[in-house]
């Protein structure tokens, strides 16, 4: 486009709308002085990025927005980008939902939450909140293992208020109780903050603390309270053992670290809460360059924390200290693969063991210009306003510091190179020994109660993600027989034809297996579909163990008598673990709407006037006991075989039945 006319652009602060021929915005960005940061952009060609200069052979107008302050022009970029997500924008395209642990200090007896996306800055008075956790179920072991530990209260507000007895946890030493017994407020406080200790790092002072406990209750002859206090001490020394202290002072903060290779950027952000290695997240954006990182920085702190994202007090990154202007090129062609024992999550050093800056050899350092220093006001600005409190942002301010950069930069360039592994269809069919991709996959596992309701369930997933649209739930009558209900499934399932998934997964053992096996060889399918079952794990005592932290499922292929020998924790039983649990849930849930339809149509059928026939128009209309109770009489009338009068006691029946 033409280089616009200096006197129609202001000098005031806004954002800065680049179009293309079909009026669709490409590219938005902001600007302190707009006139400045717009007539930038039409220097020489060869002084500008790659990126820019292919933003610019594509745009063929200028639209600009002023605002009153550089701080409502981040803003603004910001809302504008996630509405209208230009092409040539750096957009964070990230749908996790990060998983905290909430703790309501404001209530008399709070229960520990697991949430996601809080926001402690918007109306988080009295709450504490622990995490980031990027895994929901190494969250969940730890909420269960930390109520083995600590008997806080489980129930939801409402059943707290309403309960006239203690639940069965209470029963099994696994709460106090506070819903009907007497708890004394003080001593569930002090239980409550030993759990904050715990959640936040602080487990030697807990340690600390409980140790001094126990000697005072011994000294006291309390020696039953002793022993829970020895038990809970040899509780939290366990946790110790898996938590990595990464810095000799307990602080909070982000490590972000940028790496570049051919393919394009990595960033990953790790995650440190008192001293201790939390977790980390890697981002990757293919196509990008190293003169881009300045912009992807910006770009990501804008959209990574303002989404209810928990913002530390201060996040460690490069670019943002005057000290720290440059990033070393590295041949990528020749670039050491990183240390596997620096990588997460096998990381047990300490911080003298980190990994020291590596050298750029190879290369010629590249002095990319920081982020502006009013900028980084500005962005600490919004930053400290999402968390309610000073957030600072900075390069590293020490030698552990700078280690933690290193060790992100590492795990980012890591994540790259994961980008060009083996797809995850090649490397499932490698392990099952299946003759091709297994790219579309139908798992199948029945539910039922007593026989009652069966119902077998059937989720497909296609490219790794579910196809909730394809998901089918089928009625069987097997009269509690797995086998036969699973034969009935695989009747129906080939009577509907293609398409035919590339694998099909039963839960179940080699007697699922076998069942719907014998059914696709008469059929003629044994080579078109590839078949596996997965079961759960094994205790000592041979009984299935369905504990959550259970990863030694077994796969068994037909013909074969023995499990495959996949590892625990292989990407490929854990996707196949994940799919499992996906059918599991949507059959068990199918299962109870039929087995409580039937229950609800029975009574029904006691209504005078009602039939099955009549039962069935009604299922058929309204679908569900709240929509046959919000129904008015009129619409009850309206139906075939229904006049006023049997509308009328059915309307009253109905609405009692519903209450």
Known sequence: MDKPDTKDIPVS???YLYKDAQSRIIYVGKAKNLRKRVLSYFRPEQTLSAKTRAMLAHAVSLETLTTATEKEAFLLEASLIKKHRPRYNIV????KEYILFRLKTAEVYPRLEIVRRARPGKGGKGVLLFGPYSSAGSARETWQAIHHTFPLRRCPDRSFANRVRPCLYYHMGRCLGPCVMDVQPTAYAAMVGQVAQLLSGRSRDLIASLKEEMLEASESLDFERAAMLRDRIAAVERTLESQVVVLDTAHDLDVLGIAALDEGLGLCVLFVRQGVLLDKRVFFWPGLLLDDAPELLESFLLQFYRRGFPVPPRIVTPWL???????AREDLTN?????AGALLPDFSQSPADLPAEPDAEGGAPADLAPVPRDAITVFEALLAEERGGPVRLGGPRSESEDRLVSLATDNAREGIRAKDREPLAQSLARALHAPRALDRIEAVDVSHTGGRATRVGMVV?????PLKNAYRAYAVEAGGDDYAALGQWAERRIASGPPWPDLLLIDGGKGQLAAVFRVFREAGLEETVTLAAIAKARDDEGRPDRRSAAVEDRIFLPGRSNPLPLPAGSPELFFLQQVRDSVHDFALGRHRRARSGQAFAGELLRIPGIGPKTARLLWERFGSLAAMAEATREDLAAMPGIGKE???????????LAR
């Open 13 to 15: 602060p806004g954002v």
């Open 92 to 95: 964070l395209r990230d749908d």
């Open 321 to 327: 200290d005057k000290n720290v202007e440059r990033l």
């Open 335 to 339: 670039a050491a693969e990183p240390d």
């Open 461 to 465: 997933f296609q490219g790794g993600q």
């Open 646 to 656: 049997k509308a009328r006691l059915l309307h009253e029946r109905l609405r009692r």
